[in-house]
T-cell receptor
Framework: DAKTTQPPSMDCAEGRAANLPCNHS???????VYWYRQIHSQGPQYIIH???NNETNEMASLIITEDRKSSTLILPHATLRDTAVYYC????????????FGKGITLSVRP | DGGITQSPKYLFRKEGQNVTLSCEQN?????MYWYRQDPGQGLRLIYY???????QKGDIAEGYSVSREKKESFPLTVTSAQKNPTAFYLC???????????FGQGTRLTVV
């Protein structure tokens, strides 16, 4: 069963921020939120992950709500190369925890 | 050049034949994974290995087999028992099962 809910698609203009939402209302206290993206016909690429604090790296920012039931991935200045399927994944830290991919959200960046 | 190498990129086989997909990593990662992706779908876990000489079934292991004799290699065999083998196969590795995974570029298998 999917632990996350994402809208199927969204678009944004090149150069603007892309804010990708994810709902994970049943997340447990020891589960992390991971984001990956997959450009067409390539392997998924790790973007960022977090537990409860907001996180930022060279690719994106991850904002997790205080109740941890939802999060937003922010691409600050989207480019055409950011067009991809973005997967929001909830994953625990135990030995048997695994990355489970849903259908993700297709982000289309328009010129 | 560090990374995960899957070969070949495209593979064609006749129905009823076993086929082995290669996955090699030089990242010194302990954990390795195999996923399958069908058109318009997310990835589904076939097998994973936390350490050399150990592997576990994932969600859709039927019709597949793996081995982990070396840390850097995790080959996947698609057997004739797999009913719908045509798919995009992705290999990944990570330091442990609790760290982020890095993926290869995939092998697209077509069985005719």
């Amino acid at each position: 069963d999917a632990k996350t809910t994402q809208p199927p698609s969204m678009d944004c203009a090149e150069g603007r921020a892309a804010n990708l939402p994810c709902n994970h209302s049943t997340i447990s206290g020891n589960e992390y939120v991971y984001w990956y993206r997959q450009i067409h016909s390539q392997g998924p690429q790790y973007i960022i992950h977090g537990l409860k604090n907001n996180e930022t790296n060279e690719m994106a920012s991850l904002i997790i709500t205080e109740d941890r039931k939802s999060s937003t991935l922010i691409l600050p200045h989207a480019t055409l190369r950011d067009t991809a399927v973005y997967y929001c994944i909830v994953k625990g830290s135990g030995a048997n925890s695994k990355l489970t991919f849903g259908k993700g959200i297709t982000l289309s960046v328009r010129p | 050049d560090g990374g995960i190498t899957q070969s070949p990129k495209y593979l064609f086989r006749k129905e009823g034949q076993n086929v082995t997909l290669s996955c090699e990593q030089n990242l010194n990662h302990d954990a390795m994974y195999w996923y399958r992706q069908d058109p318009g779908q997310g990835l589904r876990l076939i097998y994973y290995s936390q350490i050399v000489n150990d592997f576990q079934k994932g969600d859709i292991a039927e019709g597949y087999s793996v081995s982990r004799e070396k840390k850097e290699s995790f080959p996947l065999t698609v057997t004739s028992a797999q009913k719908n083998p045509t798919a995009f196969y992705l290999c990944a590795s990570s330091w442990t099962v609790n760290t982020e995974a890095f993926f290869g570029q995939g092998t697209r298998l077509t069985v005719v």
